[in-house]
């Protein structure tokens, strides 16, 4: 079983950056993924990481803006999100999934509690 605990939500301007963090328990072998759900609004992709670190996907509406990083020895996945527009504002939540990152949300077992981001204009 992994427990999934997220953090570094918050409030800020347009323009300006947060850095989220999701520590997991149990074993450490899995790929990671942040998604985000706007009110109103399905699920959806936001960037993956492989187990190893060794691959990254993102979503369209985040590339050059966001990046996802891995540290295996501290069992914590980061997003680093810049220049937040407030169409980012949402709860984001971590997952993780066996070894191969994945886009689509159906894939994950383990998923965070979510953390809330809110950009304000």
């Known amino acids: 079983q992994v427990q999934l605990v997220e953090s570094g939500g918050g409030l800020v301007q347009a323009g300006g950056s947060l850095r989220l963090s999701c520590t997991a328990s149990g074993r450490t072998l899995y790929a990671m993924g942040w998604f985000r759900q706007a009110p109103g609004k399905e699920r959806e992709f936001v960037a993956a990481?492989?187990?190893?670190?060794?691959?990254?996907s993102y979503a369209d509406s985040v590339k050059g803006r966001f990046t996802i990083s891995k540290d295996n020895a501290k069992n914590t996945v980061y997003l680093q999100m810049n220049s937040l527009k407030p169409e980012d504002t949402a709860v984001y939540y971590c997952?993780?999934?066996?070894?191969?990152?994945?886009?689509?949300?159906?894939?994950?077992?383990?998923w965070g509690q979510g953390t809330q981001v809110t950009v304000s204009s």
């Open positions: 990481i492989n187990y190893n670190g060794g691959g990254t």
């Open positions: 997952a993780a999934k066996s070894v191969v990152r994945s886009r689509d949300p159906g894939d994950y077992n383990y």
